[in-house]
């Protein structure tokens, strides 16, 4: 498996750790399941280059696929109202004018300008999950998607279908029978991230590798970069973990930093919800981030070392699109 898919967290402030100063890196949800290990080593590198191989995750039964099913709809439906759904859509509506109002000419009724409300909601793409059929915090990340979708999907028309993709190497066919009854399309080539936009896209991508979310931002560098948002890791929380000059200005979340509109995300439910553990493992340290338009500009156009540092990534072998390892 890339080192790219590798799942990384941090703990939420206040809260004690078991070691000092260790920030939270599990080696892959399907490894970890819902174990709380902690590595105390944060490197770069491990993220950005390297292969290890997926351990098989077995199948399920039916019966199994549906109790599955059935959690990741409850969950779904818990998080409807949640302020961690609320934010990120009011984000997402805002960034890509969902609510826009265009006026144009009625060519029946002369002289007369009738409102036409352009609605097009965005491609969903779901990155580094999981399997649903291994671990907790895949199944709630599936419940969030899946509320995503509807939600972004009751906004349109039937013309103008939604569209949700998912992909992680470590999906089975169990996994992909139970997102594909939330008619997730399940993508079938390792994309490693590197996925040209031609049109608005969220991507979701909770505890990715670093060297993932640098492919999905400099396989896009430029003017698409502004048809895309990402709901993911804290960018600005790989600044406070690198210390080192040099370290920071090699890793291209930290130089994107001063063109970027970073929005924490809250966990979902309340501390004093049963299963909050569970919803704070899934989805601490989630921001979205995107990039205003004007800011963008900017960096395009002035920040040369930034636009050759986007090029080289974009055109290097490593994370290069290939078969799935699944």
């Known amino acids: 498996m890339e080192q790219e898919w590798q799942q990384v967290s941090r703990r939420r402030r206040g809260r004690p750790r078991n070691e000092a100063s260790c920030p939270r890196i599990a080696r892959s949800k399907t490894s ?49 109202d949640s302020l961690l759904l609320q934010d990120a859509l009011r984000v997402i509506t805002d960034h890509f004018a969902l609510n826009a109002v265009n006026k144009s000419v009625d060519r029946d009724v002369e002289g007369v300008d009738t409102e036409e409300a352009t609605d097009y909601s965005p491609t969903l793409v779901g990155y580094g999950l999981g399997s649903f059929c291994a671990s907790s915090s895949a199944v709630h990340q599936l419940g969030f998607l899946v509320a995503l979708t509807e939600a972004l999907g009751g906004r349109q028309s039937e013309a103008n279908l939604h569209c949700a993709e998912i992909f992680d190497p470590a999906m089975n066919q169990s996994d992909g029978a139970i997102a594909e009854h939330f008619q997730l399309k399940v993508i079938q080539e390792n994309e490693h991230g590197r996925r040209r936009v031609a049109s608005n896209t969220v991507f979701f991508m909770p505890h990715c590798g670093i060297a993932l979310y640098q492919n999905v931002l400099a396989c896009n560098w430029g003017p698409a970069i502004k048809k895309l948002v990402i709901i993911g890791n804290s960018f600005s929380a790989y600044g406070d973990r690198l210390i080192g000059a040099k370290e920071r200005g090699e890793v291209l979340l930290v130089s994107v930093l001063p063109y970027l509109d970073e929005v924490p995300l809250p966990c979902g439910v309340a501390k004093r919800h049963d299963d909050f553990s569970r919803y704070e493992a899934a989805f601490n340290d989630l921001s979205i981030l995107r990039f205003q338009p004007t800011v963008l500009d900017r960096a395009l156009r002035d920040d040369q070392l930034l636009n050759e540092k986007m090029a080289t990534v974009a055109m290097t072998e490593t994370g290069k699109r290939g078969p799935s390892s699944k």
Do not use: H, Y
């Not at 174990?35 to 770069?44: I, K, M, Y």
């Not at 390297?50 to 959690?71: A, D, H, L, W």
């Open 32 to 80: 970890r399941a819902d174990t709380n290990d902690n590595l105390c080593a944060f490197s770069v590198d491990q993220f950005a280059a390297g292969e290890e191989e997926v351990e098989p995750v077995p199948e399920v039964s039916t019966n199994k696929q549906m109790q599955i099913i059935g959690r990741v709809r409850s969950i779904a439906d818990v998080l409807r």
